[in-house]
Every structure is written in C-alpha cells, then in structure tokens.
C-alpha cells in the first residue's frame, strides 16, 4: 500500500499532536495555593495576623491562626460568646467571629472529643467535632472548598482564636481502620496541590507598618525569607516532628554584647499553635537576668511593667538563635529576633490576667517535652516543610522593602523523578526542584507551545495551498474540455472531402478550393504549375480568384487526389476526346454543376483516315489579326474539332464563338467550348 506525500505528512502532524498531550501531561503540575491573610491583627496573648475561612453550608466566615501541630480545623461555637440567649459582640469579635454548626446543612455530628493540640503544654479542653464544608479566604476571595472536613468546635477559651491545622496527619474517631482525611491530605488527592507541603511565617505588627502573615501550600515564597543551605529532618516522633537543635542563643544590646543565653544545646518543637518560646529553666533564668525579667507564679509569664519597658525599649537588644540539625557541629543557620517581637501584650482574660499587661513571651519548660518555639519566633523565621521528603528547613526573614511575591512550588517525589537526600545539606531539598530544573521545565513546556503553534500554522497553510493548486487543476481542465467541444468533429474516413465554404444562393457557382493541412503550401494544378499562375479577373469572368481556405488546426487525414488526367473513358466504343475529358476533369475539380452527359457520337464504322495533303495546310497572317490562336486547327474530317498537340492551352476563354451562353461561361474559370 503506497500512501501520498500530503497523507503522509498529514498523518505526521496528526500523530506529533496525539504526542503532545502525553508531554503536557508529564509536566502539568498544580500550581500552589497562595492564601491570603485576613486584614485584621488577634488574639489576646499578642497581636497576630490570622487568616479567614469558609465553613458550613451556606458558608460562615471565621478567623483563623495557623497551626501546624494539628491536622484539624477548629472554630469557636456560637455558645462561646451567647449571654442569656444573646450574642455578645464584644466577644464575637474578639473571637474571630463563633460559627453555628445547627445552621450548616452540609455538617454531620460525630461527637465530643478531646482537644489535644499542646496538651503536654498545659492546654485542655473539649471540642464538638463533626465533617462540614471548608473553605480559604474571606467572603469574596474563596478558594480550595472541600466536603466532608474534619471539624472541631469548642467554647473553651484555651484556645482563645480558631485554629487552621495544615498538618497532614489523619485523624481517628472510632478506629484506626477507617481514618479522616486531613485539609491538607484532601488537597493533594483531589490534585489541587503539587505536594503535601507548605510555607509559613507568622507576619510582624511592629515591622513598617504592620507586615501580614504568609502562607503558601504546595510551595513556598522566595521572597519572603534569605536562603541558607540547612536541611532538617523530621523527627521519629509524629506529634513532635518539627524539631531543631538549638546550639546557641546571643543577645546583643545597646549596653551588652554577646551574652550567652544557653547553658546547654536543646531540641525544640517548632508549633505555631501556641504564642511563647519554652526552653529550660537554666536557659529562662539567664534570660532573668540579662534582661531583668520577674517571673509571675499566678499566671506562669514574665510580666513587664511600664519601667521596665521603657528600659528594655531603650536596650534594643537582638537576640541570636543558632539552630542546626546536630546538637553539636555540623552546618548551622542564625535566627535573629529583635526586642520587639518579644514585646507584647497579653489582654484577660489569657492565662487569668484582670487586666492588659506586657510581657515577655518566654515560658519555664518542665520537661524536654515542653522544649518548643512558638509564633513568637516565627515573626523572624520563616517555615518550609515537605512532608513527603521529611525534611524541612528554617530561614531568616527578609524585610527588603518591594519584593514582589515569588511564589515556588515544591514538587512531589511521585510527579518527577528526582529525589534528595534529607541529610545532603543542601537546602534544596526541602524546596523541590531547584532553579535549573524549574527553568528547564519553563524551557520545555514554551518548546510544546511553539511546536504546536507552528504546527497548526503549517497545516492551515498546506491546506489552503492545496486548495488553490486543485482549483487551478480544475479551472484548466474546464478550459481544455471547452476548446474541445468548440473544435469541429472530424470527418469520417469514408466521406468525401468537400469544401467548407458553403455556396450562397446569389453568388458564383464557383466553389473555392481548401488548401491541403501540410507545412508547405501545394497550388492547386489548375492554378500553378503546368498551366502557370491564374489571372483575377480574365476575359469572360466576372470573379475574382478563388479565396484560399485556412485548415483547423487540428490534423485531418489526407486523402488521394485522382490523377492530373483521368483515364479516357470510351463513349460508344470510341475514346473521349481530349476537350471532352477536359470537361470531366473540370467538373470533378472544380466542383461545377453536373451537366447533362455528353452523348456519344453515333457510331460509325471505323475508318481509317485519309493522310494528310499540303493543301489541307493553311498558313494564317497572324498580323492585323488580333487574338487569333497561334495554330488554326484543321477542319475536321470527321466533324470533330481537333487541337493542335502541341497548343499552349490558355486559360482564357478561347477565340470564336462560343455555343454556350455567357452567363454558363462566367461561372468557369476556363472553358474548352
């Protein structure tokens, strides 16, 4: 089977198409999910950006701090702030606003359980928990709305402010057989996220003019933090697996430089949940007396009065963190906090307070279990975790004024090919793909797209030529079978040639003669050669010479003349004459009416004649005699007129009377009568 160039070609397009789709669906990857923190600064152990979610069915609006302890989302009940039967704003507001499960359709009751998060921190309570409709975003800018997500609410005021939990653990109601799913597990199934991943920094109220939180899921913001090459890993513990190694803490002032802070290198819990730093005894009491701080046994918080304040203000000391994945050596990255992310206000009714107060957000750890940073320190760190790899990393924040948001997805070690090492020390690891890899990507998917567009372009165009080429085929071929049909049908082999000039009524009955198709034009015998050249308009003639007839240019086949002289014929067993056979070639050849047929002379007995004597020779005196013929025949002795053999014939009408009439002898071109 033999197929044409323009099919093959057709079908080669056709097939890089069907490939090109298998491409895109090697590098489409789910872009992350930048979410937008609410405008407003919570909380009543400090002044934190949250961030708004959608719950329920129709949606209600909650306010929301990050946790990434818990894999939940949690809000507060409408009850929490209900006083005799009426909502109390105050405290609604305060709140983040309560939600009303009886008013969601889409919520089903699972019952009350446990409020866990930081309960080796001293936090307890009891929750409402069920599965409703969650969503990201305040009213207006709502995205990533799941069903069926584990939902908790309290009333407890341990919990001062919702949680949003971006932990991917499951959670387990009943058993361990039939777990629920988290927020962040439900986005990556459902392929709305190119990894279980997220970054997150807890945004600055004293920075400029109060900077907001950040949070990226599937991703991180490059712009948002100054990049190191430290890789932590997960720690074996799952309700403890963010742990750093803290080798160091500094402080540096306006009066003190270099203060250790840290008698002994201690692992710490990073969790957002809860707002104080905890660290040992030893280390808390080195922080006493460097800054002067008095520890309240009522309330468990470093309480700052006014003169203390203004003191500590006046200091402006920067505390150093040194973090590393080793208790001791290896490579290391500094976190530094200034004095005013530890300056903050605590309102009651936290931790029993009758009144605001500032302190200091450091807190007396019991045991290694309480060890833990809390959003204090995220107000200079920034967080990027990928669950998958097990490994995380923190850097410094960067307060460049202008950086534009530098979003950068963390890609799943199942939707690419190349893994790293969590021990590799390269920070990359906990960033997915690294720049080149991004931009060979970028590189690849815009070769796609021109590929495509230059494919589509060319086959538009091979088509339009095509159509052109066949419409010209078709006008030409149009063409030929109309000059076909407007030449004239060839004669039959069998018909006798005739003239193609017909014969009006009312002109001679002379018929022109048609000229032979050849290259080389032949005169007709009577018109050239042995008779010599015609004369137009000769005695007796009243035309001109016949018109020459120009052939079509189409071949047509050539047929047999008869000869110059036909062969005599006898009349009454006798021969025709010479000026009878004359006659015959005449009307043969020049197409003259048909006359009556000559009749035969009558028969007589054959004689022999007698021989010629020098009296039957006349000498005629041609002078003074005009138009007398050379030769003056003898005068028949058998009636006939003879010729002399060797008399030039004129084509001129000969001398004598003639016994035709006039108007006969006109029509001939020569006459032998």
């Known amino acids: 089977m033999f197929l044409s160039r323009d099919t093959l070609s057709l079908g080669t397009f056709f097939a890089v198409l069907s490939f090109i789709p298998l491409l895109c669906a090697a590098t489409t990857i789910p872009a992350p999910i930048s979410v937008t923190p609410d405008q407003n600064w919570d909380g009543i152990d400090g002044q934190w950006s949250s961030f708004a979610l959608q719950v329920g069915t129709p949606p209600q609006t909650v306010r929301t701090f990050i946790s990434t302890a818990s894999q939940q989302t949690w809000v507060v009940l409408q009850e929490a702030c209900m006083n005799n039967g009426k909502q109390n704003d105050t405290c609604w507001q305060d709140r983040g606003w309560t939600y009303n499960y009886t008013d969601s359709s889409s919520w089903h009751k699972q019952g009350y359980y446990i409020l866990w998060a930081e309960g080796n921190l001293g936090y307890s309570g009891y929750g409402l928990f069920g599965y409703d409709t969650v969503a990201l975003g305040g009213a207006g800018e709502v995205s990533a709305t799941l069903d069926n997500t584990t939902v908790g609410g309290y009333i407890t005021e341990e919990y001062y402010i919702g949680l949003f939990g971006i932990n991917p653990k499951s959670t387990n109601f009943t058993s361990f057989d039939d777990p629920s799913e988290s927020y962040m597990a439900k986005l990556w199934h459902q392929k709305l996220l190119p990894s279980v991943s997220f970054g997150y920094t807890a945004g600055a109220q004293y920075r400029f003019t109060k900077v907001l939180a950040s949070l990226t899921l599937g991703g991180y913001d490059e712009s948002r933090f100054i990049s190191n090459n430290v890789s932590f890993t997960l720690a074996p513990d799952n309700e403890r697996d963010l742990v750093v190694n803290v080798q160091d803490i500094r402080m540096t ?339 003259a009416p048909e006359q009556s047929p000559i009749s035969p002379a009558p028969e007589e007995t054959h004689r022999r004649l007698a021989p010629i004597t020098a009296d039957d020779v006349a000498v005629v005196n041609r002078r003074g005699l005009p138009n007398v013929s050379p030769i003056t025949p003898r005068t028949p002795r058998d009636g006939t007129y003879l010729e002399a053999e060797d008399a030039i014939l004129s084509p001129l009408s000969p001398m004598g009377n003639s016994t035709e009439d006039s108007t006969s002898t006109s029509r001939r071109r020569f006459s032998y009568e």
Request: net charge negative; aromatic share 8%; proline share 6%.
């Open 253 to 591: 002032s306006a009066t003190k430089s270099n203060v250790d802070l840290l008698p002994n290198a201690v692992p710490l819990y990073i969790d957002s949940t809860v707002p104080e730093i905890w660290l040992p005894l030893e280390a808390c009491q080195a922080f006493e007396k460097t800054f002067g701080l008095t520890y309240d046994n009522i309330t468990d918080l470093y309480l700052v009065d006014d003169i203390l304040h203004s003191r500590l203000l006046a200091e402006n000391a920067s505390i150093t963190f040194t973090l590393g994945p080793l208790l001791t050596g290896g490579s290391t990255v500094g976190i530094t906090l200034p004095y005013a992310a530890f300056d903050l206000v605590a309102l009651p009714p936290y931790r029993n307070l009758n009144e605001s107060s500032s302190y200091f957000p450091l807190r007396r750890a019991a045991n290694a279990t309480q060890y833990t940073f809390g959003r204090t320190f995220l107000q200079e760190a920034y967080l990027t975790v990928d669950w998958e790899r097990a490994n995380f990393s923190v850097q410094q924040v960067s307060w460049t004024l202008g950086m534009n948001t530098q979003i950068v997805p963390i890609i799943s070690p199942t939707l690419v090919n190349t893994t790293h090492a969590a021990d590799s020390g390269q920070n990359e690891s906990s960033k997915g793909l690294s720049t080149g890899a991004i931009i060979g990507i970028a590189i690849g998917a815009g070769f796609v797209v021109a590929l495509v567009a230059f494919g589509t372009v060319w086959w538009f165009w091979r088509k339009r030529r095509m159509a052109k080429e066949q419409a010209a085929k078709d006008t030409a071929a149009a063409a030929a079978v109309a000059a076909v049909k407007r030449m004239p049908s060839d004669k039959s082999d069998k018909e006798t040639p005739a003239s193609p000039i017909a014969l009006a009524t009312n002109e001679s009955t002379v018929i022109p003669k048609a000229e032979l198709p050849a290259d080389t034009a032949f005169g007709h015998e009577m018109t050239n050669g042995f008779y010599g050249p015609q004369k137009q308009g000769g005695a007796g003639s009243s035309t001109a010479a016949s018109p020459t007839v120009e052939a079509d240019s189409n071949e047509r086949m050539v047929y047999e003349m008869l000869g110059d002289v036909p062969t005599p014929l006898e009349a009454g067993g006798r021969q025709l004459s010479e000026k009878e056979t004359m006659m015959v070639r005449e009307r043969r050849y020049n197409g």
